[in-house]
């Protein structure tokens, strides 16, 4: 069974196709602001996920998965 061995998380901005999105409270983006997160393992095995998060956040979703892979490591990827 493998077990996971690191977790990376990495900030990507995406720029929108249309220049911005508006919602209400005049509020307006540019860019959506992803998150990329790899998770390996100790067999070599390894999967890739995405993550969205709202730019005016005070904690990214990386800081959170930094905190949390913490607790992942040597755990089963298939059992989360």
């Given at each position: 069974m493998?077990?996971?061995?690191?977790?990376?998380?990495?900030q990507v901005d995406l720029p929108l196709?249309?220049?911005?999105?508006?919602?209400s409270g005049g509020?307006?983006?540019?860019v959506f602001d992803s998150t990329i997160v790899r998770v390996e393992t100790d067999e070599?095995?390894?999967?890739?996920g995405e993550a969205y998060t709202q730019s005016d956040r005070d904690t990214s979703?990386?800081?959170h998965i930094d905190?949390?892979?913490r607790h992942l490591?040597?755990?089963?990827?298939?059992?989360?």
């Open positions: 493998p077990r996971i061995t690191r977790i990376q998380a990495f196709h249309e220049g911005s999105y508006k919602w509020k307006s983006v540019e070599g095995v390894y999967g890739w979703v990386a800081a905190q949390l892979s490591e040597g755990r089963s990827p298939f059992n989360i």
